[in-house]
Nanobody, 120 residues
Framework: QVQLVESGGGLVQAGGSLTLSCAASRSLFSINGMGWYRQAPGKQREYVAI???????NYADSVKGRLTISRDNAKNTVYLQMNSLKPEDTAVYYC??????????????WGQGTQVTVSS
């Protein structure tokens, strides 16, 4: 299992920046991938970004060029740097981790979420 603790959310004006952090309870090298989803009020949870244990990154089209995912292996922490924020980025942001199970499947773990609010 892995526990995830997010931080860094808050209120920011449009065009501003925020950095979210997600601290894992185990080494990132034992986790296949970590990333972020978000859920806006009244909408389904949507994929934002992922970074794999090998360092590969992938982003949703809606955030490419504005959000950057990175990792600090020494701190077991993944970050989401968010620039040029828009009101439509307002959501609860959830960190997740994908861990291989002994039967060859993948288990997904979630953080508690952190609120990001972008004012216009």
């Amino acid at each position: 299992q892995v526990q995830l603790v997010e931080s860094g959310g808050g209120l920011v004006q449009a065009g501003g920046s925020l950095t979210l952090s997600c601290a894992a309870s185990r080494s990132l090298f034992s986790i296949n991938g970590m990333g972020w989803y978000r859920q806006a009020p009244g909408k389904q949870r949507e994929y934002v970004a992922i970074i794999t244990s090998g360092g590969s990154r992938n982003y949703a089209d809606s955030v490419k060029g504005r959000l950057t995912i990175s990792r600090d292996n020494a701190k077991n922490t993944v970050y989401l740097q968010m620039n040029s924020l828009k009101p439509e980025d307002t959501a609860v942001y959830y960190c997740y981790a994908i861990v291989a199970t002994v039967d060859g499947n993948d288990a997904r773990y979630w953080g508690q979420g952190t609120q990001v609010t972008v004012s216009s």
